[in-house]
């Protein structure tokens, strides 16, 4: 269903302006204040309502009003400092309402959502003008894991029935299946959330009639209390969730330990003072978005960094005002080689980034040495441990890894007694040195989703990978399987969750427009329809070991109005879906794309606001349906693009890019499917 409304905005001395989903309405920088607004849904819109709330100068917030009803003031020149605006209906887990407004003195603030707060309180600067957006919610999916474990030692998760006839929640071990996986739906001013199934998007996590928890119906989230859930303040990783209608009931799990496996109940029982049965961790599960190469992709660019910039950083010489050593020019005659070796690199558990060291080699070193014992020169080799660093810029956040030399080892042929003097003096001025010339230029891009925000990834050395893992709460101890990644090329696994996403935010944009006509001799009437198809929600299927091949259904929603006679003209609302065979592939512009090959089912069933005769309305669904197909077939929507780097070494401009592009399917080190782009890196001097 696409939702529909009208916002009304009362704006000083201008009066009430309206505008339409997305659309700005108010004023930007002329200090003209937003004094009160409304929403109004149309009038078919089902399942779904709104309220919302202002923050009044000089009167603080006002109660929730539901939709059509002005909030705020007119002539009194009161100006509104804040809002908030929640979804209500059977409905309200289907979408997002979100919102944004234009601060005196402050700017925009970027978009809220679900009953969250928007403005700056108390400190009186007022709201300019707002937009409000109402979309199919993209839930933010993870399990909810005990802190206790099974008498095997297995971690347990919260996990629903899997008979839809049944309203049971128990704990089991974690496996990642969707029974176990929660959207934590926003509710009630954003005060409270709702506990959503994956594998049954219907039902969400309710207090029973008794102790044990139970499976109730969406439709009850907005009415039933029992289906609202809070977060405690325990201190740490591990919380309790708290029921709102008792905050001393917390979900807990049966009994007392050694747990089952499986089917251990999930109850609401008063507060036990943290024991681990009662304690829990939002988890993402498996890899969204991995990307990561051997050593051969780094080598190749330091050997082409060193061919274009020698001798400029990689031959020199140093002055010291030293009694033994007064200076040591030195010329690096091969270019250095990453090795990842599986052992004997120096971890700190409380530092994440230390599992991301690998070595930097130098081969064939020549030193010259003057001191006050005379000249000497020797051949020496240097390896340095490295490791990759992580950067967040700018907002909305852009992520950066770059490369780090932390410490180094230099080796003298046929001097040791001067080795320790060297290592002393001269490398960690090559640390320096090349990490201010070259390694913090080479600012890699985290590959940027449509519709992800990631925050700064696990990355784990895993011979013969370096590899990064990337989600919204990325799972530290999910290592890839090493022998199963592609030799000597860089690659990029993305999961079916983050393909759902990104192609979910390209047809997000995409409206169908089109109109039926339909002549019935036998009844004597003529009859025209405009409607529109919108498409949304996919999901993707892959099968590891497939190819580029892939499954895909993507959901379809449309309206119209029926113009039957001038005193008839009933609105028509669908729901549907259609299942296509597709294929990932990468054009020559080296765009991801993914391509619906054919069209495998198709369900568009149709509703109308009035008595249509159903003849009509199954040849409009008929109709419809070969339009939606028709669009579909054959067409490409781009994913993303794999990104170059554009960096400046040493007065020279260098562009890094991946060639030879391949996609295939793959499966993570939990056997998830995942697409797998893989290429060879390709550096260019400018």
């Not at 930007?28 to 109004?40: C, D, N, Q, S």
């Not at 080795?419 to 600012?443: D, K, M, S, T």
């Not at 399987?481 to 696994?493: C, E």
Request: hydrophobic share 40%.
């Amino acid at each position: 269903m696409t939702v529909r409304f009208d916002v009304l905005a009362h704006i000083q001395n201008v009066g009430d302006v309206h505008a339409g989903p997305g659309e700005y309405v108010g004023t930007r920088g002329t200090g003209l204040r937003l004094e009160g607004f409304a929403i109004t849904l149309e009038p078919w819109t089902r399942g779904l309502g709104l309220r919302y709330r202002a923050d009044i100068r000089g009167q603080g917030d006002t109660g929730w009003v539901t939709d059509g009803m002005f909030v705020g003031t007119r002539g009194q020149g009161r100006a509104l400092e804040g809002f908030r605006i929640e979804l209500s209906g059977e409905c309200l887990a289907d979408y997002d309402v979100l919102y944004m407004a234009n601060i005196s003195g402050g700017g925009d603030i970027g978009w809220l959502a679900n009953g969250e707060y928007c403005g700056l309180r108390g400190q009186g600067r007022h709201i300019g003008g707002l937009a409000i957006r109402i979309m199919p919610r993209r839930p933010d999916f993870g399990a909810l894991a005990s802190k206790a474990a099974s008498r095997n030692g297995k971690p347990l998760a919260i996990t629903a029935s899997a008979s839809p006839r049944s309203t049971g929640v128990a704990v089991s071990a974690l496996d990642g299946s969707d029974l176990q996986t929660w959207d934590r739906r926003p509710v009630r001013g954003a005060e409270g959330y709702a506990l959503i199934n994956r594998a049954r998007p219907s039902m969400c996590i309710a207090r029973g009639p008794g102790p044990e928890a139970v499976l109730k119906h969406v439709s009850e989230i907005d009415t039933n209390d029992r289906c609202v859930w809070l977060d405690d303040t325990v201190p740490g990783a591990w919380n309790a969730i708290r029921s709102k209608t008792e905050l001393e009931l917390k979900l807990n799990m049966r009994g007392d330990p050694p747990y089952a496996d499986q089917g251990n109940a999930l109850i609401v029982h008063p507060w036990s003072r943290a024991a681990a049965n009662e304690l829990w961790q939002p988890r993402k599960l498996g890899c969204d978005l991995i990307g990561g190469t051997d050593a051969v992709a780094p080598s190749d660019i330091l050997r082409a960094i060193y061919r274009s910039c020698y001798p400029d950083l990689f031959k020199g010489e140093l002055t010291f005002q030293s009694t033994d050593i007064g200076r040591i020019a030195f010329d690096l005659a091969y270019a250095p080689m990453v090795r990842v070796p599986s052992s004997d690199i120096p971890v700190d558990p409380a530092d994440p980034s230390s599992l991301a060291a690998f070595m930097v080699a130098f081969d064939g070193i020549e030193l010259t040495v003057e001191g006050a014992g005379g000249a000497w020169t020797a051949t020496a080799s240097l390896e340095m441990l490295a490791r990759v660093r992580f950067h967040t810029y700018g907002s909305p956040p852009v992520y950066m890894m770059t490369l780090e030399l932390r410490q180094g080892l230099l080796r003298v042929e046929r001097h040791p007694e001067a080795e320790a003097r060297l290592n002393e003096l001269l490398v960690p001025w090559l640390i320096a040195h090349f990490n201010l010339q070259i390694f913090a230029p080479l600012r890699i891009p985290v590959i940027g989703l449509p519709g992800n925000q990631f925050s700064a990834p696990v990355v784990t050395v895993q011979p013969p990978c370096v590899t990064a893992a990337f989600a919204k709460a990325p799972h530290a101890t999910i290592a890839p399987r090493p022998t199963a990644w592609p030799f000597g090329r860089a690659l990029t696994g993305i999961g079916t969750s983050t393909l759902d996403t990104v192609l979910g935010e390209v047809l997000a944009g995409i409206d169908v427009y089109d109109s039926w006509t339909y002549k019935d001799p036998g009844r004597s009437f003529n009859l025209l329809v405009y409607y529109r198809i919108h498409l949304g929600n996919p999901r993707f299927t892959i099968f590891p070991s497939s190819g580029n091949q892939c499954q895909l259904r993507i959901d379809l929603r449309g309206d119209g109005v029926f113009e039957i006679r001038h005193d008839f003209s009933p609105r028509v609302w669908s729901d549907g879906y259609v299942n296509c065979s597709a294929r990932l592939t990468v054009k020559d512009d080296k765009t991801i794309d993914v391509v619906v090959e054919s069209i495998d089912a198709i369900v568009f069933d149709w509703s109308a606001d009035g008595e249509v005769y159903p003849d009509v309305m199954l040849a409009f669904g008929v109709a419809t349906g070969k339009v939606a197909s028709d669009y579909l077939r054959g067409r490409s929507f781009t994913l993303y693009t794999p990104p170059t780097i554009k960096v400046g070494i040493a007065g020279r401009n260098f562009e890094i890019t991946l060639r030879d592009l391949e996609v295939g399917s793959f499966a993570d080190a939990e056997q998830r499917p995942m697409a797998l782009v893989t290429g060879m890196a390709a550096v260019a001097v400018k």
